[in-house]
């Protein structure tokens, strides 16, 4: 962090009092929020393919072996089981592991350490042993990458109780919201939006601070249309929120930034002021977490919706090869036609 | 009641040609003067096949490329090994005997220029689709070595994968099974002593990778793997021990992989470059040439041609590739089900209305 903390200057934070921030990328964001809860708590390591000597293939673990060592960043062998399953064990016995999954495609193997004990370990011993413990993966497409490394299945997560499941949005989010992950009692699943990694700065306070986990942000108010999102498509729904600007439509954007635990109350009251609806996401259409969303709004706002909710997401198959995902992924044109179906119903 | 040992174990290391292009005149296999010469002009064309497609890369025509350069002399000598009947069940970076088996050169790069139908190979070639999810594969080539015995056809499984590769639980589950049915499969590790950036000594305490076929009870042996002979040698024993139903073998091939991990990895930041240059020395490639050269099966002349021809060769796999029509974003849909659901149809639908609109 210090590398770049000639960057930092001085601007009034969010109470007022002048705050040192740099500006920095959500990959950089990543980088410092360990460096910082590593320096907080000698209890936390991190651990991984490739992020010690090679500081991660995103970078995003850049200069943590050289500055904490080999005995808390882990470069370890090829096995995301055994990278799980460690993680676990040293959670259960006093360490707060913080472990990489290289890319959500190759988070299969784990799926037994992270399913069957990482998520069960408190309830089955009714409260003797828990994990607390982040699983950090760069998840979804966008980035012409080859196969099996643009896969969004957040909602593989969602449907194992007792995981949080947390995906920021923008630099400030990752800082606050990694750091709440790794304070955390629970094991949480970090999911990093590769797409954006480096795809633009924000001023983020050189300090620590947290951002706690269960609380949506709206980074666009508005009055007519909810666009919910989360992790690269709140972007998207930015875009789509300014070209309804344009056409005297007021779009409120709501990041709900952490998945489990949901700020229902923040998603709730936007949908009930603004009456209509559209839920973006990466993932697959059927059994995608948007599902889960009109499930809930419907149980709750029916009777405020102006038209039924939408889902702009991924279609029902494979992620396509590099050449054909623009047409698998959700873009502003797509999330404008939601928009006007529920204008036109 | 002693103590006493029950189990010792040995493995062997195999070594026939030298980096200065000497031989084991005694260890050497017999080999017609073509055949070895085949062996050099394939890894030739190899190497001519890789190397363009980083150029290409570079230039933005090819998209994440996984170089192979180094380790052309287990690929050239298992396709030499290998029968018609045999299956190849490939990792991502065995280009070389990808070809070698019939995947057509422009297909191959499709793939990896993003393109599905690059994972599309001609009905008769015997060669599985790449694998991205490391370790992935082996249990495939075991379950094939299984298959082909119990439906009685004849034919060996050869499947490959990397140092890193060995570490995953899937390695050792598919020798598990390979051992307990027999398979008729043969596991190529080709340790090229990198796993991106992870050296071979973090993958594993143990001394070598051949070892761990010991504990699964079949056979296992290193070999020098930038020796085309050895590894050939030690090919040809073990897909005759799986074809007399004799079982399945492990076969380290000590490589070196000369490029970094991907076009997308550097690896500069944690490669040391003496080390490289002391792996350059033991190119397989010149080393051959030099045994061919002293013996009279080759010379300067037919290098040119063979040049040319390589050069010929790729570059019609880079037209070929270049001239396919776009791919139809129908195809996202078309082969997800035997039966095209309807829900799935209608998704088809609205992306057919978006991009006519
Ligand atoms: C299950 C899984 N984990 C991680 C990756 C990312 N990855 C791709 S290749 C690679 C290293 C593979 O090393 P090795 O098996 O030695 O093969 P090599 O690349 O050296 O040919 C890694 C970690 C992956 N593709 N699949
Ligand atoms: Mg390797």
Redesign the interface.
Known sequence: MSSTIHEARRTAGPAGEAAVTEKVTIATAVRDALALEMERDPRVIVMGEDVGVNGGVFRATEGLLERFGPERVLDTPLAEDGIIGTAVGMAMTGLRPVAEIQFMGFVYPAVNQLLAHMARIRNRTRGRFHAPMVVRMPYGGGIHAPESHSESYEAMFLNAPGIKVVVPSTPRDTRGLLASAIRDEDPVVFLEPKRIYRAFREEVPVEPFTIPLGVASIPHPGEQVTLVAWGAMVRVCLEAARALEREGISAEVVDLRTLNPLDRDTLLESVRKTGRCVVVHEAPRTAGFGAELVALINEHALLDLEAPVQRVTGFDTVFPYARLEHHYLPNRDRVLRAVKKTFEF | MPRKPIVTATIERLEILSPDGSVDEALLPELSGEDMVGLYREMVRMRAYDEKAVKLQRQGRM??WAPLKGQEAPQAALALAMEPEDWLIPAFREHGIMLARGVPGHVLYA??????R?SAFPEDVRVFP?P????SQFAHGAGVGMSLALRGEPGVAVTFGGD??T????FHEALNFAGVFRARTIFVIQNNQW????PRE???AAETLAQKAVAHGIPGIQVDGNDVFAVHVAAREALDRARSGEGPTLIEAVTYRLGDHTT??DAG??RDPEELARWQERDPIPRMRRFLEARGLWDEQQELVLTDEATAWVEAQVEALEAMP??D?A???RY?YAEMPA??RE?MEE?RE??SS
Not at chain 2, 111 to 116: L, P, S
Not at chain 2, 132 to 135: A, H, L, R
Not at chain 2, 167 to 170: F, I, L, Q, R, V
Not at chain 2, 195 to 198: F, P
Request: proline letters at 7%; hydrophobic letters at 40%.
């Open positions: 998209g994440t793939y990896w220029a993003g393109d599905e690059g790449i991205v999810p490391v370790g890193g590769a570490s995953e639980g899937d796993a991106i950036s992870v973090k993958q594993t997308a990895d930041r944690y776009a791919p974003p195809d996202i849909f997800m829900s799935l998704q992306l978006e991009v």
